[in-house]
């Protein structure tokens, strides 16, 4: 080939690369690293470690973890449909105390489909009317008028949507519909910085109905909705790359690698995105596992809508187990974190001294050793969640928000957030 012919040849490979959003071949090293993360989590016993979603994000990915995989899938299959079929009159049974929710019940179908498995037999069969009943409970509190909200979230009536879809479960139009009408009017998906992961959720939910054409009567309305989240995606973008912040950026490219868009946005969208998430990554901003699992797929060019037909012999690269680093032995510094919880009276502001390096739920936990701060959390697959602070629970809409203060929200839980020294973090009650 001559230069031409190679500047040409060039020039169309630079094309094809900006049509679809794709994700060039990241460091392996990087990958497996990251896919590191999700092994000890895969061994842990306690049943509140159990999360379809590490199981989707490495089947979707290049790494494999081999005999640990089939047994975790082997878990997720005891723990979802005994503890699910449960009937409310059996609830002392001991291993299903901690009874997995609905948004659980739609991850562990998708699960299921990882494996190329359709839920099948009487069991699968009450599992899907199950999430349907669900998806109608949460139209009726959206209501005729769309003035309600879902009970639980737009972001898991969409997971709900997309798990039933990959298994070619058909919903009636009206549920599609109040999707349909959130993303139309959308000021009912915003909820401040999270409006991207919704979006992202929403849109690939309704990928897979496009592609699977199971509401036809909906096809146009579909169609115009998705385009409608790709452009919020998209505009959402921040001039560092990434869209909404570092942690909806997978679900944000998730959508975007689903279809081609215009080259010259998408081009210059997708490869910002990716020096911003490679950025990321060096940076070790990566460390939650639910994070990695929604990360894995994209950076092997895959998404939740790759679950309508799954490749699950395409070769992947076995896991080895993290290779321990000696930590130098220094004298520990200690810090001093102040905690602000200005949202109850009297307004609680104490300086608490913990070693560097401690997590926020490291300095929540000295506070409560030393009296006067108490809370407490509910496990979920993001990690520890604070639902009640100084006695105070947050009510319906609610939650108590994390900040830096004086106004920054964290991007991260109390299990992953590591403040510095001198930093004051504010517990603040808001609506959400
Ligand atoms: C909906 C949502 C919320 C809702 C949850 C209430 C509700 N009724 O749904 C609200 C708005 C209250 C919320 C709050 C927060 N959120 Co939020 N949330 C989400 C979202 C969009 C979906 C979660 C979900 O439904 N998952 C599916 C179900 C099946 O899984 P689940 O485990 O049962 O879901 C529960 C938990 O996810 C929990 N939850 C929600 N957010 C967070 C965040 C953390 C750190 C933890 C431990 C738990 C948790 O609420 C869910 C419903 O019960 C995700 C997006 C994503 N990409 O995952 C972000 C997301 C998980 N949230 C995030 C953050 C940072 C927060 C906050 C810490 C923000 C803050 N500065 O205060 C707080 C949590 C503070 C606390 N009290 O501990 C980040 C986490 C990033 C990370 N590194 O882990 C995400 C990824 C959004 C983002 N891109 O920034 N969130």
């Given at each position: 080939m001559g230069p031409l012919g190679a500047f040409l040849f060039l020039l169309g490979a630079l094309g094809a690369l900006a049509d679809i959003c794709e994700i060039p071949e990241v460091d392996s090293h990087l990958v497996e690293k990251l896919g590191q993360h999700l092994l000890p989590w895969m061994d842990a016993?306690?049943?509140?470690?159990?999360?379809?979603s590490i199981y989707v994000g490495l089947r979707l990915s290049s790494l494999q973890a081999e005999t640990k995989e089939n047994l975790y899938l082997h878990r997720l299959k005891l723990y979802h449909q005994q503890c699910l079929l449960e009937s409310a009159s059996s609830d002392d049974n001991s291993d299903c105390q901690t009874k997995p929710s609905r948004g659980h019940l739609a991850l562990y179908l998708l699960a299921l489909r990882a494996n190329c498995e359709f839920v099948g037999g009487h069991k699968g069969a009450r599992l899907v009317s199950q999430l349907k009943w669900f998806l109608e409970e949460e139209k009726r509190a959206i209501g005729h008028d769309h003035k309600g909200h879902p009970q639980t979230s737009y972001y898991q009536y969409s997971l709900s949507i997309l798990a039933l879809c990959v298994h070619q479960k058909r919903l009636h139009d009206s549920v599609v519909g109040k999707l349909l009408y959130a993303i139309e009017h959308d000021q009912h998906l915003?909820?401040?910085?999270?409006s991207v992961d919704t979006m992202a959720m929403a849109g690939l939910a309704l990928t897979c109905l496009e592609n699977s054409n199971l509401n036809p009567d909906q096809g146009q309305r579909i169609t115009m909705a998705i385009r409608t989240a790709r452009k919020k995606v998209l505009k959402a973008?921040?001039?560092?790359?990434h869209f909404g912040n570092v942690y909806s950026t997978p679900l944000a490219l998730q959508l975007l690698m689903t279809s081609p868009m215009s080259r010259v946005e998408l081009g210059t969208a997708c490869l910002k995105a990716r020096a911003a998430l490679l950025a990321s990554l060096q940076d070790g901003a990566f460390q939650n596992v639910l994070m990695i699992s929604q990360l894995l797929p994209v950076l092997n060019n895959k998404t939740y809508v790759d679950l309508i037909s799954p490749h699950c012999l395409a070769p992947r690269v076995m896991m080895r187990p993290a290779t321990k680093t000696l930590s130098q032995t220094r004298v520990p510094e200690i810090i001093s974190v102040t905690l602000k919880v200005p949202s109850i009276l009297p307004l609680y502001k104490q300086s608490i001294s913990v070693f560097a390096g401690s997590s926020l739920e490291d300095v929540l936990k000295t506070a409560q050793e030393l009296g006067e701060f108490t809370y407490r959390t509910r496990a979920t697959l993001s990690g520890p969640y604070v639902i009640s602070v100084m006695g105070k629970e947050a009510g319906d809409r609610e939650f108590w928000q994390l900040l830096q203060a004086p106004d920054t929200p964290l991007l991260q839980g109390i299990a992953d957030y590591r403040p510095k020294d001198g930093e004051t973090i504010e517990l603040r009650l808001i609506r959400w």
């Amino acid at each position: 080939m001559g230069p031409l012919g190679a500047f040409l040849f060039l020039l169309g490979a630079l094309g094809a690369l900006a049509d679809i959003c794709e994700i060039p071949e990241v460091d392996s090293h990087l990958v497996e690293k990251l896919g590191q993360h999700l092994l000890p989590w895969m061994d842990a016993l306690s049943l509140e470690y159990l999360n379809p979603s590490i199981y989707v994000g490495l089947r979707l990915s290049s790494l494999q973890a081999e005999t640990k995989e089939n047994l975790y899938l082997h878990r997720l299959k005891l723990y979802h449909q005994q503890c699910l079929l449960e009937s409310a009159s059996s609830d002392d049974n001991s291993d299903c105390q901690t009874k997995p929710s609905r948004g659980h019940l739609a991850l562990y179908l998708l699960a299921l489909r990882a494996n190329c498995e359709f839920v099948g037999g009487h069991k699968g069969a009450r599992l899907v009317s199950q999430l349907k009943w669900f998806l109608e409970e949460e139209k009726r509190a959206i209501g005729h008028d769309h003035k309600g909200h879902p009970q639980t979230s737009y972001y898991q009536y969409s997971l709900s949507i997309l798990a039933l879809c990959v298994h070619q479960k058909r919903l009636h139009d009206s549920v599609v519909g109040k999707l349909l009408y959130a993303i139309e009017h959308d000021q009912h998906l915003q909820q401040g910085h999270l409006s991207v992961d919704t979006m992202a959720m929403a849109g690939l939910a309704l990928t897979c109905l496009e592609n699977s054409n199971l509401n036809p009567d909906q096809g146009q309305r579909i169609t115009m909705a998705i385009r409608t989240a790709r452009k919020k995606v998209l505009k959402a973008q921040t001039p560092e790359g990434h869209f909404g912040n570092v942690y909806s950026t997978p679900l944000a490219l998730q959508l975007l690698m689903t279809s081609p868009m215009s080259r010259v946005e998408l081009g210059t969208a997708c490869l910002k995105a990716r020096a911003a998430l490679l950025a990321s990554l060096q940076d070790g901003a990566f460390q939650n596992v639910l994070m990695i699992s929604q990360l894995l797929p994209v950076l092997n060019n895959k998404t939740y809508v790759d679950l309508i037909s799954p490749h699950c012999l395409a070769p992947r690269v076995m896991m080895r187990p993290a290779t321990k680093t000696l930590s130098q032995t220094r004298v520990p510094e200690i810090i001093s974190v102040t905690l602000k919880v200005p949202s109850i009276l009297p307004l609680y502001k104490q300086s608490i001294s913990v070693f560097a390096g401690s997590s926020l739920e490291d300095v929540l936990k000295t506070a409560q050793e030393l009296g006067e701060f108490t809370y407490r959390t509910r496990a979920t697959l993001s990690g520890p969640y604070v639902i009640s602070v100084m006695g105070k629970e947050a009510g319906d809409r609610e939650f108590w928000q994390l900040l830096q203060a004086p106004d920054t929200p964290l991007l991260q839980g109390i299990a992953d957030y590591r403040p510095k020294d001198g930093e004051t973090i504010e517990l603040r009650l808001i609506r959400w």
